[in-house]
């Protein structure tokens, strides 16, 4: 036997060796899981599948209802079949791994045999971790949640609907909830003067607790009460309706390709009622290259089985990162980040960047953060260079972007989302948020209103955003030593 032939002949039994050692990983490979990723997949989607079940009827029980059974065991097994579909998933990422780890090795020596150990795959294992838990989470929210109102038969009280949800989701606590009932605003936490130079000035004071529940039914108050009273409303009300026909038509068409988007109008609406018609029509209709998946409104959302949509906003930024001046507020974004996810773990959405800017948000968004957020929101300056910086951002930090969110909210049109859609899609999961153009577009002006916060703990606090001019505060001192702040740390700090 020739050299040559020795070798091809032991270069063959090196590959069926391997082949051998991947058809064994194939079949063992949850050998290979640890005990993390095992808990993860236990609970609470399959070991405990029957608990939930017995959860959802032990409730009724207590709050003396009866539960369409049928419906209910239709949806957890619509889940189980999720989980199931998701452990897949997982098991090829596993498999892959391996094959890449077995198929680089060289043998130094004849006899020498493949060892694999669970440290080899710590870091593998932390990605597997975070996959797991958006998905679970993710799909709980697609298969239970939407469809949790068929679980109850007709004639069961809204107030007993919402405490067997609450209970089983426990992502809204029950504090919450019964705060939510209590809650009622306070006239004389109001300060209106016709002192701007628009003509109206409304301020709130009091607790945090209270005025951020004023900002959006404030501004869809005015809103509605303008264009009732300063115009002739049914005119306007046909010429929205004669646009969002337009609408409709263009994306069922094609002409506009968005991707997802939702509708974000509610402060800046034509009117309740007109508001309520695009959420109507829009979630009616399919298109080629959109998909309508909710509104912020929470009501319209309930009502007409839609997801409610929102992210943080910039209050939670400014108050939690600058209501207390012992912080430096050129570490807002680090102080609201790091509260955000104490409270809501691995369920974080989206983060807003442009409170301080987004290169001073990106100081604070590293690898933590970045990973346990689902995406990020545009909200100011040139849309596709933020993007760019966003994307440049996940992969130097080692991140997929392409499993990452973009979404855009910043004056947004079709003809404007279509094209960014268009720019990033392949780069990033994109969406919109699209508000004063889904909910007041007519053949008059829309209102450019805010309602901002100022102060916190009776001192200032400001929005710097990536725009001229989107910022506000009524203390000009105070926005001068912010940029210093943040200055300072951008060439300086960390």
Not at 479 to 487: A, G, P, T
Request: charged letters at 30%; glycine letters at 6%; hydrophobic letters at 35%.
């Amino acid at each position: 036997m020739s050299v040559n032939e020795h070798e091809e002949i032991m270069l063959q039994h090196i590959n069926n060796y391997k082949m051998a050692i991947l058809e064994n990983v194939k079949n063992n490979t949850n050998v290979l899981v640890d005990e993390d990723i095992k808990s993860l997949l236990k609970t609470p989607p399959l070991d405990s599948m029957d608990l939930i079940r017995t959860k959802f009827l032990d409730l009724a029980k207590k709050n003396k209802i009866v539960l369409n059974t049928e419906e209910l065991k239709k949806i957890l097994d619509s889940y189980r079949k999720y989980v199931m579909k998701c452990c897949v998933e997982i098991k090829n990422i596993r498999v892959s791994e391996l094959s890449d780890k077995i198929e680089k090795i060289e043998f130094s020596k004849n006899n020498e045999v493949i060892k694999i150990n669970k440290k080899d795959f710590n870091n593998i294992n932390k990605e597997i971790k975070k996959i797991i838990k958006n998905q679970l989470s993710d799909g709980f929210e697609k298969v239970i949640l939407k469809k949790i109102d068929s679980v109850f038969l007709d004639g069961v009280e809204d107030e007993k609907k919402l405490k067997i949800t609450s209970d089983i989701t426990k992502w809204i606590k029950g504090s919450y909830v019964d705060f939510l009932r209590l809650w009622q605003p306070r006239y004389e936490d109001f300060e209106i003067t016709t002192d701007a130079e628009c003509g109206l000035s409304i301020e709130a004071k009091g607790t945090w607790l209270n005025t951020s529940m004023y900002e959006i039914p404030t501004l869809a108050i005015i809103n509605e009460v303008y264009f009732r009273m300063e115009y002739n409303y049914d005119e306007l009300l046909n010429s929205f309706k004669n646009r969002l026909d337009e609408k409709i038509r263009k994306i069922s068409t094609g002409e506009y390709n968005i991707g997802s988007f939702s509708e974000f109008g509610l402060r800046r609406r034509l009117s309740a009622k007109a508001q309520e018609l695009a959420v109507d029509l829009l979630s009616k209709n399919e298109y080629p290259g959109s998909k309508f998946v909710g509104t912020s409104n929470v009501y319209l959302a309930k009502k007409y089985n839609l997801t409610p949509v929102g992210t943080m906003a910039h209050e939670w930024i400014m108050c939690v990162g600058q209501g207390n001046h012992k912080h430096n507020p050129a570490y807002s974004n680090w102080y609201a980040l790091d509260a955000w996810v104490r409270e809501y773990g691995v369920l974080n959405g989206i983060a807003l960047t442009d409170a301080i800017t987004t290169d001073c948000f990106l100081k604070d968004f590293q690898l933590t953060y970045a990973t346990l957020f689902s995406g990020v929101r545009h909200d100011s300056g040139d849309p596709y260079e933020w993007g760019d910086k966003m994307i440049e951002h996940y992969k130097s930090l080692g991140i997929d972007h392409r499993g990452k969110t973009l979404l855009f909210s910043d004056s947004l049109d079709f003809e404007r989302a279509d094209k960014l859609n268009s720019y990033f899609k392949d780069r990033a999961k994109v969406a919109f948020g699209i508000g004063t153009y889904i909910a007041n577009d007519t053949d008059v002006p829309a209102l450019n209103i805010v309602m901002k916060t100022t102060a916190c703990n009776g001192m200032d606090v400001a929005k710097i955003s990536d725009t001229t001019g989107k910022g506000m505060c009524k203390n000009p001192e105070y926005i001068n030593y912010l940029q210093r702040c943040i200055d300072w740390r951008m060439q300086y700090g960390r």
